[in-house]
């Protein structure tokens, strides 16, 4: 129990284009979504928190125009770069809350999806 | 502030024993957590504490004391594929989750 999948695992992109990325609660349904970002050798930095059906909830310095979050439903959010350049290059991982072991607080991890802005 | 200690880097030899500890100071306390990350890849869950004591789990145990804020995880047994990083986090009385910056564990031959 508490797979949670994301999509695409990898994308190369133009600078300028948009992406987005899809993170799916296969076997449960998730109070609570996250995305997180993480660039080499370093920790995950959380850029974002959402709960379905409400704004996401941003961190410091995440530029919510820029990551447009959408939680449509208890089992899919998605995040959608937009304008992307190289700088934003990074692995990106959603996590969903809610799974049936560890409490109602543990976050299940998505696969992540590789960025790669050229 | 809010704070999690985790050392850096460890290093240990195959089939042996390690104990990765984690201090916190976290403005209330509803639980911690451990997870692995190897390379490139995700996050998976470990454990979850959130009452004193210890939680085993196959070769991997997690210790909690709320009263010194201190956790730690051990494995044993140790394998090759346990080479990753182990992540320490904290759940604040605001359900916020604090990330350590994590420990990572080289096990050598």
């Known amino acids: 129990g508490a797979v949670v999948s994301q999509h695409p695992s990898r994308v190369i992109c133009k600078s300028g284009t948009s992406v987005k990325i899809e993170c799916r609660s296969l076997?449960?349904?998730?109070?609570?979504m996250f995305w997180y970002r993480q660039f080499p050798k370093q920790s995950l930095m959380l850029m974002a928190t959402?709960?379905?059906?409400?704004?996401?909830?941003?961190e410091q310095g995440v530029e919510k125009d820029k990551f447009l979050i959408n939680h449509a439903s208890l089992t899919l959010s998605t995040l959608t770069v937009t304008s992307a350049h190289p700088e934003d290059s990074s692995f990106y991982i959603c996590?969903?809350?809610?799974?049936?072991?560890?409490?109602?607080?543990?976050?299940?991890f998505g696969p992540g999806t590789r960025l790669l802005v050229l | 502030g809010q704070n999690i200690d985790q050392p850096t880097e460890m290093t240990a030899t195959e089939g042996a024993i390690v104990q990765i500890n984690c201090t916190y100071q976290?403005?209330?306390?509803?639980?911690l957590f451990w997870y692995q990350q190897h390379a490139g890849e995700a996050p998976t869950f470990l454990s979850y504490?959130?009452l004193d004591g210890l939680e085993e789990k196959g070769r991997f145990s997690s210790f909690l004391s709320r009263s010194k804020g201190y956790s730690y995880l051990l494995l044993k047994e140790l394998q090759m594929k346990d080479s990753a990083s182990y992540l320490c986090?904290?759940?604040?009385?605001?359900?916020?989750?604090?990330w350590g910056a994590g420990t990572k564990l080289i096990i050598k031959p």
């Open positions: 996590s969903a809350k809610g799974g049936p072991s560890g409490g109602l607080e543990t976050q299940y």
């Open positions: 076997d449960f349904q998730a109070t609570t």
């Open positions: 959402s709960n379905e059906g409400s704004k996401a909830t941003y």
């Open positions: 976290t403005s209330g306390f509803n639980g």
């Open positions: 504490n959130v």
């Open positions: 986090a904290v759940t604040d009385s605001n359900y916020q989750l604090i």
